[in-house]
């Protein structure tokens, strides 16, 4: 079992940056995959960044490649979500996720390879 819980979000200006933390619990979260997510009111989760269990494998959507930025410290059970140059359509909850597979070389971008997911934290981008 893994419980996440996120943390960063908030209100920026358009071209400005925020820093998402996601703190797990759990023994296996050195050896599982992470991601990001993001929803809007009544519309489907989509994917934002993941990163592999080791770190050494990131993927990212077309829409924040190259403004993102996913990273983790094993030693510290946290994976964080860097995000610069922002813009009023990055205005999501986004949600921290871990898969439930072990040692799994490339991150998944389905939301249904992950199994667990925090509460969301809320970025709102002002124009």
């Known amino acids: 079992q893994v419980q996440l819980v996120e943390s960063g979000g908030g209100l920026v200006q358009a071209g400005g940056s925020l820093r998402l933390s996601c703190a797990a619990s759990?023994?296996?979260?050195?050896?599982?995959?992470m991601g990001w997510f993001r929803q809007a009111p009544g519309k489907e989760r989509e994917f934002v960044a993941a990163?592999?269990?080791?770190?050494?494998?990131?993927v990212y959507a077309d829409s924040v490649k190259g403004r993102f930025t996913i990273s983790r410290d094993n030693a510290k059970n946290t994976v964080y979500l860097q995000m610069n140059s922002l813009k009023p359509e990055d205005t999501f909850v986004y949600y921290c996720?871990?898969?439930?597979?072990?040692?799994?070389?490339?991150?998944?971008?389905?939301?249904?390879?992950?199994?667990?997911w925090g509460q969301g934290t809320q970025v709102t981008v002002a124009s």
């Open positions: 759990g023994r296996t979260f050195s050896s599982i995959a």
């Open positions: 996720a871990a898969s439930k597979v072990l040692f799994s070389r490339v991150p998944g971008q389905r939301v249904y390879e992950y199994n667990y």
């Open positions: 990163i592999s269990w080791s770190g050494g494998s990131t």
